[in-house]
């Protein structure tokens, strides 16, 4: 059992605090202390509390990207804040500001509710608003980075709160400013951009062949949401049933000579464009599934025998196991392709 104090009303304070169920590999942790606020006014007080001031604290969303190896040893910090409102309208589109503690797939469908689109590409993203923003999440064909009018944090070096746009915020595959500064700034308000008049993102492969299933001629905003939903579902394990985190492993971006290489080697690797014209995107999951891990198991700790780039808790994996399938995957890609895999869930406890 914890120990929860009521502070104040903004903020809860609790000591020893189970964090099974905040983190979505569903694996046993415990934090000194975990405090859930309110109001995000209430962040500077939180941030100069007595027990947040000895190790770094780790500012916890829904838990669905990252990995305890470890308990986390500074406090952890969570927004219990869920306001979305529609900020400005405009003739061609509006911002819609969001609390940190929104849920991401709750704040996609509310937004095409209000005839709002952009966000149909990145429904069912497991997390929160104020996580989206960090590692600039991505989906068939789309990064929230593109619509991000602005990122609203708290900067720990000026102790003041900050509005960052789009081009401060420094988007770049499954990475920002904030991932690069992770113990500077703490986010608590995401606004986004979202026209009325939707330009759909159709080119990623699967998505025109599921709204062809589902009899849809003339897609909409809705619709591709829909398509990409019912993709998701089918080929992404869901974490109310088996443990994960999605993607474990981050697609590597390599010179596009280096791909071309491994192309003719490799026949049938998929690659994507990269974030320049010079590099590619590779397929992560299909190095790892040609390396056989795809479905595997050890104990708990395992593989997706649905995506290869997804570990899985089958029960009562440790993070430690888990981390230790994931060096073994992360070598065997290595020593076959020559290509280094990094994690892409946040490590607590342990260095990658
Ligand atoms: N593939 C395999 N084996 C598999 C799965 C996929 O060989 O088990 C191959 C497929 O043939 C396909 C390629 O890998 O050509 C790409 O597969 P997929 O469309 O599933 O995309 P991904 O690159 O593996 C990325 C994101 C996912 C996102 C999908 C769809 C990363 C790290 N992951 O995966 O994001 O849903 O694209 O856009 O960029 C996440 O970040 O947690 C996540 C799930």
Redesign the pocket.
Known sequence: MSNASQLSDAYLLREDAPLDDRNTFGIAARAPCLVEIADTAALPEVLALPQLQDAPVLILGAGSNLLFAGNPEGAVVSFDCRRVIVLHEHDDHAVVRADAGAQWHALVLWTLQQGLSGLENLALIPGTAGAAPIQNI???GCEVGEYVHAVEAFDRTSGELRRLDRAACAFAY?DSLFKREPDRYVVTALELSLPRVPALRLD??GIREELSVMDVATPDARSVAQAVIRIRQR??PDPAVVGNA??F???PIVPTALAEDLLQQHAGL?MFRGDAVDNRKL?A??MI?ACGW?GFREGDAGVSAQ???VLVNHGSATGVQLLSLARRIAESVRARFGIAIEP?PKVIGARW
């Open positions: 991505g989906a068939y499954r990623y492969a080929k992404l999605g993607s492993f981050k697609n998929p397929s999951a299909w599934e795809k995506h290869a780039l892409e």
